[in-house]
């Protein structure tokens, strides 16, 4: 859809189906030190066009091409350094960090990226400097959403 603001000038809107989700971890995930470990945000707070899957392979699958924005926050139980990322399609695509402290140990991380609608997809990542890290539970702690913000 094209709307003219002053006749010249046109924005397009994502369509009116345009696909936006929301999730958390609501239980604990072990997490290997060192490694870079898929993060499962298993509870749903919305996924309006049914494309997140919060039971097998925990990744954001939209059904429309377009540029999303995509967040996620990983927080883990110990206090070492946290690393983020988001991995598009398999692969590292976006990284943000936090250096351990005496009190903050999450980081988290925000990105445009472009879905074609079909095969792209997107997922969460964390790692952790700690050992015997598990990952913080809670919905304003370890969570992963996004939302289209403009068709292809």
């Known amino acids: 859809m094209t709307m003219s603001l002053d006749g010249t000038l046109g924005i397009t809107l994502p369509a009116a189906a345009a696909p936006a989700f ?13 490694t870079f470990t898929k993060i499962q945000y ?3 707070e919305f996924d ?8 097998t392979n925990y990744r954001f699958t939209p059904t429309v091409a377009g ?3 995509i967040n996620g926050s990983f927080e883990a139980v110990n206090n070492c350094a946290a690393v983020v990322s988001i991995y ?3 692969s590292q695509y976006k990284q943000s960090a936090y250096p351990a402290s005496t009190y903050f140990y999450s980081a988290t991380v925000s990105a445009i990226v472009y879905l074609n609608g079909s095969t792209d997809y997107v997922e969460m990542y964390g ?3 700690g050992s015997s890290n598990t990952t913080q539970t809670g919905i304003y702690l370890n969570w992963f959403n996004g939302a289209m913000i403009r068709s292809a």
């Open 67 to 69: 540029y999303y924005q």
């Open 88 to 90: 598009k399609n398999g």
């Open 42 to 44: 298993q509870t749903k």
């Open 22 to 34: 929301s999730a958390y971890c609501s239980s604990g995930q072990s997490i290997s030190s060192g």
């Open 48 to 55: 309006t066009n049914s494309n997140y899957d919060n039971a």
């Open 127 to 129: 790692f952790s400097g």
